[in-house]
Structures are given as C-alpha cells and as structure tokens.
C-alpha cells in the first residue's frame, strides 16, 4: 500500500498470536444544528423532535472518544501513535466541525439530517479512511452527559 501524501501510516507487521489492545482518544467540539425532516410538516417535526426541531437552532458540546484496537506494534510497543491518533481527530473531525452549524457550514449534513448516531457514522466513515487496515475503530459520541451513541456495534 503507497501511503505517500497520506495520513495513513504504514501496515503493521502482524504476528501469529499478537495481543490486541484497545487505545482511547477523547477530544471535544461545539456544534449547532437543527433535526429537521424536509418531508414532514412542521407539526410533525415539532412532534418527533421537539426542542431540537428549534428553526434557529441549537448547540451541543459534544464529548467525542474514539477507540482503536489492533496489535501491540512490536517495534514501537504502540497499537497506534496517540499524538498521531489525536493529530488525525483534529486535522479530520475537530478543525471540520467545531463551532459549526452542521447543517449549514459542512457538506456531510448538507442532505442528513445530523443526528448523534449519524454525526457518529460520519466521523467513523472519514477516521476509518485514514486508519491502516488490521486496526479497528469504534467512535463513541456523547451529545450530553447522559446521552451518547457508538458506531459500529
């Protein structure tokens, strides 16, 4: 795999019986957005989505993890490099959405309607392409404190 110009590091070298460890990043964001179904009447929006149906909107501050898990590197004793993992979450995910209406200021919502679970799908279909293949990621996303999903499960 040429992994030149890229932030995908290269393959790593697999051995028979390697452990598998989970690593954790945890970043934040604020964002604003609006659940909204272009389909639906207004009453039916209001109904289904209450305070988050709001026409001008509405913020959160989300608490975004991520996982990884793969083998220990036996050269570097890292399943990935955390600064690398943290410079890929901001470089892809935070400069992209932090302190952005989501609906309006990012391509990804401009026809999803940007829900947790499909803010979570996102950011693990742009953080899954820059990760090397053998390594799997999961992304939890908390949109309050009480309130999260995880993609995949």
Same mark, same amino acid.
């Not at 604003?32 to 026409?55: I, M």
């Not at 391509?107 to 279909?125: G, H």
């Given at each position: 795999?040429?992994t030149s110009?890229? =932030?995908?590091? !290269?393959?790593? %070298?697999? +051995?028979a019986n390697?452990? $598998?460890?989970?690593?954790?990043?945890?970043? &934040?964001?604020?964002?604003?957005?609006?659940?909204?179904? !272009? #389909?639906?009447? =207004?009453?039916? #929006?209001?109904?289904?989505?209450?305070?988050?149906? #709001?026409?001008?909107?509405?913020? &959160?501050?989300?608490?975004? /993890?991520? *996982?990884?898990?793969? !083998? /220990?590197?036996?050269?570097?004793?890292?399943? /990935?490099?955390?600064?690398?993992?943290?410079?890929?979450? *901001?470089? &892809?995910?935070?400069? +992209?959405?932090?302190?952005?209406?989501?609906?309006? =200021? %990012? =391509?990804?919502?401009?026809?999803?309607?940007?829900?947790?679970?499909?803010?979570?799908?996102?950011?693990? %279909?742009?953080?899954?392409? *820059?990760?090397?293949?053998?390594?799997d990621l999961? /992304? $939890?996303?908390?949109? %309050?404190?009480?309130?999260?999903?995880?993609?995949?499960?």
């Amino acid at each position: 795999m040429d992994t030149s110009g890229t =932030d995908v590091p !290269p393959p790593i %070298t697999l +051995r028979a019986n390697s452990p $598998r460890v989970a690593v954790f990043r945890k970043e &934040h964001f604020n964002a604003a957005h609006r659940l909204n179904n !272009p #389909n639906w009447s =207004d009453e039916k #929006n209001t109904r289904v989505y209450g305070k988050c149906n #709001n026409p001008n909107y509405h913020g &959160h501050n989300y608490e975004l /993890i991520v *996982q990884v898990v793969g !083998p /220990i590197d036996p050269e570097t004793g890292y399943v /990935i490099d955390m600064k690398h993992l943290g410079d890929l979450m *901001q470089k &892809h995910v935070i400069d +992209r959405f932090d302190h952005k209406n989501l609906n309006l =200021d %990012t =391509d990804e919502f401009a026809d999803l309607n940007p829900s947790a679970e499909n803010i979570a799908i996102v950011i693990y %279909t742009i953080l899954r392409n *820059q990760l090397s293949e053998g390594l799997d990621l999961k /992304i $939890r996303l908390y949109e %309050t404190e009480r309130n999260f999903v995880e993609y995949p499960v």
